[in-house]
């Protein structure tokens, strides 16, 4: 699953991505929530924004960024993990992903002092609609 670039502090792109498997074959992701970790120079955090399923049965899903998600430029880790609620014991989890942000000037409206983690825990900014 490739990932788009995103821009520091902007919010307004949605980024829709699609999961597939090695063989280039849709993951499907009916019933699943979805959880995303985001890692930055070593530290994981929860990504924040939300992850909506688009199309579910073909693997399509988006994100909309947090302001935290966004705050930090520069190359990062991104992995998914979807958790069905049909059998909870077989989740499907995504390669770690190249993912970057690129940096924006310091515009005055922007607050740069957005910190991007998120404590790690189980609560999930998901959506489990198809």
Do not use: C
């Not at 929530?33 to 955090?45: D, F």
């Not at 992995?79 to 515009?107: C, G, M, N």
């Amino acid at each position: 699953m490739a990932l788009a670039s995103a821009v520091q502090y902007a919010r307004k792109r949605i980024q829709t991505i699609t999961w597939k498997d090695d063989a280039d074959n849709a993951i499907d992701l009916t019933g699943a929530t979805l959880i995303g970790i985001i890692e930055r120079a070593g530290v994981q955090s929860l990504i924040t924004g939300t992850l909506t399923l688009v199309t579910a049965a073909s693997g399509i899903f988006s994100w909309t960024y947090s302001a935290a998600d966004v705050a930090t430029a520069g190359s990062h880790f991104v992995q998914f993990y979807a958790r069905y609620a049909s059998d909870s014991s077989k989740p499907e989890i995504s390669y770690r992903t190249l993912w970057h942000v690129l940096p924006s000037f310091d515009f005055p409206f922007v607050s740069p002092s957005l910190s991007p983690s998120a404590s790690i825990s189980p609560s999930a900014s998901a959506s489990a609609s198809s």
